[in-house]
């Protein structure tokens, strides 16, 4: 009897470090597996970032504030209409990566914020996104307003003036920026983007669990 006692007491103590352990185990794996959902095209940040309140222009004429960005995952990318290759081209890719997710993609939300205000106007930015997706969203506003947006989410743009009659360009920051449903900055994409890299980022966010 004795040593049935002993035996009963020590598989109690092993039960009872095990039980304490497990909690401990499942939090050192969820830490490892936050840390191991890296990014294939750039890089999540630490610590996600609040984005202060703004006002901008939305494509539909009405006020596009924060709010309007809550509850869904946002894929952020500043450029213009006007631009000749690099606008064109991130946008087409980013539509053919967002459909590679089916049915998860709904949960993606694309804003093209334009820097380029004068000749961008909402009813011209409905027209340009949604040749490339029904479902992208564009905005833009007052130049300083914009900046201060810039200096939030960390994108810079300047005009380049051209040859007089040649009109202007924009030179901009061509990096994709990742908002998450509480509208915090969260992570980076950087150039060149490539499809394949970016379907596989966009299933690392939507399965990424959001922090408080």
Same mark, same amino acid.
């Given at each position: 009897?004795?040593?049935?006692?002993?035996? +009963?007491g020590?598989?109690?103590v092993i039960t009872?470090?095990?039980?304490?352990?497990l909690p401990l185990?499942m939090?050192a794996?969820r830490?490892?597996?936050e840390?191991a959902?890296?990014?294939?095209s750039?890089?999540?940040?630490?610590?996600?970032r609040?984005?202060?309140d703004?006002?901008? $222009?939305? !494509?539909?004429g #009405?006020?596009f504030t #924060?709010? !309007?960005l809550?509850g869904r995952? $946002? %894929?952020?990318?500043?450029g213009y209409t006007h631009?000749p290759?690099?606008? /064109?081209?991130?946008l087409?890719?980013?539509?053919?990566?967002?459909?590679?997710?089916?049915?998860?993609?709904?949960r993606l939300?694309?804003?093209?914020v334009?820097v380029? /205000?004068?000749?961008d $106007?909402p009813?011209?930015?409905?027209?340009?996104v949604r040749?490339f997706?029904?479902?992208?969203r564009?905005?833009?506003?007052? %130049?300083d307003v +914009?900046?201060a947006l810039?200096?939030?989410?960390? @994108? %810079?743009?300047v005009k380049?003036l051209?040859?007089?009659?040649e009109?202007?360009?924009?030179d901009?920051?061509a990096?994709?920026?990742?908002?998450?449903? #509480? %509208?915090r900055?969260?992570?980076?994409?950087?150039?060149p @983007?490539?499809i394949?890299?970016?379907a596989?980022?966009?299933? $690392?966010?939507l #399965?990424?669990?959001?922090a408080?």
């Amino acid at each position: 009897m004795r040593q049935v006692r002993r035996a +009963l007491g020590r598989f109690v103590v092993i039960t009872m470090i095990a039980a304490a352990a497990l909690p401990l185990g499942m939090l050192a794996w969820r830490e490892q597996a936050e840390r191991a959902a890296a990014l294939v095209s750039g890089t999540l940040l630490p610590q996600p970032r609040p984005v202060a309140d703004f006002v901008l $222009t939305g !494509d539909d004429g #009405r006020p596009f504030t #924060r709010a !309007d960005l809550a509850g869904r995952w $946002t %894929v952020v990318f500043v450029g213009y209409t006007h631009c000749p290759d690099v606008c /064109p081209a991130t946008l087409s890719r980013l539509k053919a990566a967002k459909a590679r997710l089916g049915a998860e993609g709904e949960r993606l939300a694309v804003l093209f914020v334009s820097v380029d /205000p004068e000749r961008d $106007t909402p009813d011209h930015l409905a027209r340009y996104v949604r040749h490339f997706d029904q479902d992208f969203r564009a905005v833009t506003g007052p %130049v300083d307003v +914009l900046m201060a947006l810039g200096r939030e989410l960390g @994108f %810079v743009f300047v005009k380049n003036l051209g040859a007089e009659g040649e009109g202007y360009g924009i030179d901009h920051s061509a990096e994709l920026m990742l908002l998450d449903p #509480r %509208v915090r900055l969260v992570g980076y994409l950087i150039p060149p @983007f490539r499809i394949e890299a970016l379907a596989a980022d966009f299933e $690392t966010i939507l #399965r990424k669990r959001v922090a408080p």
